[in-house]
């Protein structure tokens, strides 16, 4: 039997030539990318923040490649990242075996970054643009929340501030009034509305009452005044200016609101403190993103898009969305801003179900006379105009409401389907909101619009998923509108790296992929829109009505010309 033979160990042995670590780094390794995308970005912003004098420091391009490289590999804790620079050979030959401590690396993230980063995201959009994989012509939109840092149980909502101010502002009023009435008669009369009181106004009057000669009791009224009721007076009004137009925040992030959190796959959740993350993507890279504190989507998109415009200097050529962002305001916006809307609408995909269609008491499926501006009900009677006003909904858009009513309704045999109204049938139209809807269901019905809007359901949704369960991205980590920001741009700038990386090693070695290497998702783009054109001329017949020769939309008129 032979002997078994090993390699000589030896952990002490010396080498007259030291090992390089570039010679252990693959040539196709991430860190390789990383090093030369960061090398190639303008980061004066980021040494303009520093204050000169002192020792020296780590260099800031070193920094920016450890931390991109270490939120690329789900690691977003600064001592983890310290941690990694004296253990991971990819660390050390990133870092050039430079061994920053856990605050060095925090205070490079949070003071040097805070306002720098979004310009390097910026930048590295651009070279992903220049590379040939993304266009940033069109852009698919979507917002999730997500959780913030904060106590989830320090919450103060607006209703229970506004409610205890009022009872408190009562309870000034009256001892006030104590008071004056025992210096003087008192001139105002009794049916006079309540005078609002502010911590300023109450401070005045303490004053003036303090400067005259007081009793006993009238000094001990003052003094639970200026002692008790003052300081929660001003505590109630600090609640309310943090708030601004929200309708709670919490005590140790104030820039959180609280939100109802989806928190299983029944989406049941409790309300927490969070922020409405909105993004934009493009062959799921992250091209755009930003922080809102509302819970719904429909007043994020105009302040995002504004955004995009400052950061990339024009607006995209197309934008998908879903029914979230489907309102007359956002519709409008992007009519103005001449970008191709591929957006829904509520009851966009309820409108296709027979039901719907079927259903005489919606105002959609009656037949309009646009020449002589009457509708027409379904027993065949003309609903003539009948007034006009503008409404100004909860978030201050202002909308045309025309209101059309039947002449006689009385004895009808359908009006107990029709309305439930005890006089005739009025309907509420806002002609403008009907075109934008009849405009939308024409795009989305197109080719190009229904290979959008499949396209949107693996974008951003594609997205979310691979950050929230594939990057344990699903809460913020800091404390701050500004500091929560900074931190997932860094994110977004790991996360289009990483992207980057794959779609560069999934190279099979075709020579059509190497000219652009977003050809694969082009082709696919490509044949959707193929599927889609059969789809709707096989569908097509199924469209038009046999007697007339017209086509049902659900729009206006419940057939229009083929």
């Not at 009457?374 to 009948?386: E, N």
Request: hydrophobic residues 30%; aromatic residues 10%; contains cysteine.
């Amino acid at each position: 039997m032979s002997k078994a033979l090993f390699k000589s160990y030896d952990q002490g042995e010396t080498l007259l030539f030291p090992v390089s670590l570039d010679d252990k780094i693959s040539q196709d390794s991430p860190v390789r990318l990383i090093s030369k995308i960061v090398d190639k970005l303008d980061i004066t912003a980021v040494l303009d923040t520093y204050i000169g004098g002192g020792t020296t420091g780590y260099h800031p391009r070193m920094l920016l490649k450890v931390l991109f490289y270490a939120y690329m590999n789900n690691i977003y804790s600064c001592r983890k990242i310290s941690g990694q620079l004296q253990e991971n050979i990819h660390y050390m030959w990133l870092s050039g075996s430079q061994t920053p401590d856990f605050r060095t690396v925090n205070n490079f993230r949070s003071l040097h970054l805070k306002d720098t980063v979004h310009d390097l995201f910026t930048q590295v959009v651009t070279l992903l643009v220049e590379m040939g994989y993304l266009s940033i012509q069109t852009v698919y939109v979507d917002g999730t929340k997500l959780e913030s840092r904060a106590n989830r149980y320090t919450f103060v909502w607006r209703k229970t501030v506004e409610r205890n101010k009022a009872k408190l502002e009562e309870k000034i009023r009256s001892i006030l009034k104590l008071i004056e009435e025992g210096i003087a008669a008192d001139n105002q009369p009794d049916d006079d509305p309540p005078i609002p009181v502010d911590s300023k106004e109450l401070m005045k009057r303490i004053a003036e009452i303090n400067s005259k000669n007081l009793d006993r009791e009238a000094q001990r009224a003052v003094k639970e005044l200026q002692n008790k009721h003052l300081p929660k007076l001003e505590e109630y009004e600090g609640h309310l200016e943090i708030m601004g137009v929200r309708n709670s925040y919490s005590k140790t992030d104030e820039n959180a609101t609280f939100m109802r959190m989806k928190d299983d796959h029944l989406q049941n959740g409790q309300l927490k403190p969070a922020y409405n993350l909105q993004i934009g993507t493009e062959h799921q890279f992250i091209v755009h993103y930003d922080l809102f504190p509302n819970a719904g989507d429909t007043l994020t998109l105009r302040p995002l898009m504004q955004k995009w415009k400052e950061r990339y200097g024009r607006m995209p050529e197309k934008l998908c969305a879903d029914a979230g962002y489907g309102s007359e305001a956002n519709y409008g916006f992007m009519e103005e801003e001449h970008i191709e809307a591929y957006v829904k609408y509520n009851y966009y995909d309820m409108e296709k179900r027979k039901s719907f269609r079927e259903n005489i008491s919606v105002s959609q499926n009656l037949y309009y006379n646009e020449k002589e501006d009457y509708f027409v009900c379904p027993m065949g009677q003309h609903m003539k105009h009948a007034e006009r006003t503008v409404r100004i909904n909860e978030r201050g858009c202002e909308s045309t409401i025309d209101i059309y009513q039947a002449e006689r309704c009385e004895g009808c045999p359908l009006r107990g389907a029709c309305h439930k109204a005890s006089g005739n049938r009025q309907i509420e139209i806002n002609h403008k909101l009907r075109y934008y809807k009849r405009q939308a269901a024409e795009r989305l019905a197109s080719v190009e619009g229904i290979a959008h809007m499949k396209k949107r359901s693996i974008e951003p949704e594609a997205v979310f998923g691979q950050m929230k369960y594939n990057r344990q991205y699903s809460r913020f980590r800091h404390f701050g509108k500004d500091t929560v920001k900074m931190d997932f741009a860094i994110f977004a700038i790991a996360f289009n790296l990483g992207k980057m990386t794959k779609k560069r090693s999934d190279k099979t070695g075709n020579p059509n992929n190497s000219g652009n290497p977003s050809n694969k998702a082009e082709k696919s783009y490509n044949f959707a829109l193929i599927i889609t054109s059969v789809r709707i001329a096989a569908q097509q017949s199924c469209r038009i009505c046999p007697k007339s020769g017209r086509t049902n939309l659900g729009h206006g008129s419940r057939y229009r010309a083929a």
